[in-house]
């Protein structure tokens, strides 16, 4: 039972052009949502959160959009660079203590074409 | 300050042999979770220790196991390997956890193959 999905394992876009992440989830319980950025042989690096009182969080290039009535979440990245070529995972957490309370989604492989 | 730090970085072992993975979380950082990211399935949590005690355990067999030490590093130990076994763990640190909605912070992770 996945409740945070990435169904776009893949994502090419062109340098300059915006990038848009999506992820679905089914738990209306959750009340905050991550995003981390990985590149190869490296750790997951935190990149941006919402919180669900809100629909938007802005932090330079990045912009995370949530839809609490869809269930849906979206990272949009504009314009586009090389050095944001690298897997995205979006993540959602439960009210409460413990990291189990944080379910990853599959993750999207974005590739930035010069 | 230095980031979190996970030995070895690779790691090929044989069926039911066992293996032991280290973290060294980030100075200060008391919280210590491990994930298992395979390809298709993102990153599967397998539990979260804080203050030398296990906090919750995800949905794995009891062959995964663990422990934090009183200086917050962190082993992982996982016994009677299997070739599903084979994935990459990650160890993540954070000050409290994530009910404070603390960013995690990853290692490099461990790249086992179980053959």
């Known amino acids: 039972d996945q409740q945070v999905k990435q169904n776009s394992p893949s994502l090419s876009v062109q340098e300059g052009r915006i990038s848009i992440l999506n992820c679905d989830y089914t738990?209306?319980?959750?009340?905050?949502f991550l995003w981390y950025k990985k590149y190869p042989a490296e750790g997951p690096t935190f990149l941006i959160s919402i919180s669900s009182i809100k629909d938007k969080n802005e932090d330079g290039r990045f912009t995370v959009f949530l839809n609490k009535s869809a269930k849906h979440l979206s990272l949009h990245i504009v314009p586009s660079q090389p050095g944001d070529s690298a897997v995205y995972f979006c993540?959602?957490?439960?009210?409460?203590?413990?990291?189990?309370?944080?379910?990853f989604g599959t993750g999207t492989r974005l590739t930035i074409i010069p | 300050k230095a980031g979190v730090t996970q030995t070895p970085r690779y790691l090929i072992k044989t069926r039911g042999q066992q293996v032991t993975l280290s973290c060294s979380p980030i100075s200060g950082h008391r919280s210590v979770s491990w994930y298992q990211q395979t390809p298709g399935q993102g990153l599967q949590f397998l539990f979260e220790y804080f203050s030398e005690t296990q906090r919750n355990k995800g949905n794995f067999p009891g062959r995964f196991s663990g422990r934090q030490f009183s200086n917050s590093r962190s082993e992982m130990n996982v016994s009677t390997l299997e070739l599903g076994d084979s994935a990459l763990y990650l160890c993540a640190s954070s000050l409290w956890d994530a009910a404070t909605n603390e960013k995690l912070f990853f290692g490099s992770g461990t790249q086992l193959s179980v053959l």
């Open positions: 993540a959602a957490k439960l009210p409460g203590f413990g990291n189990e309370k944080l379910t």
């Open positions: 738990n209306s319980m959750f009340d905050y």
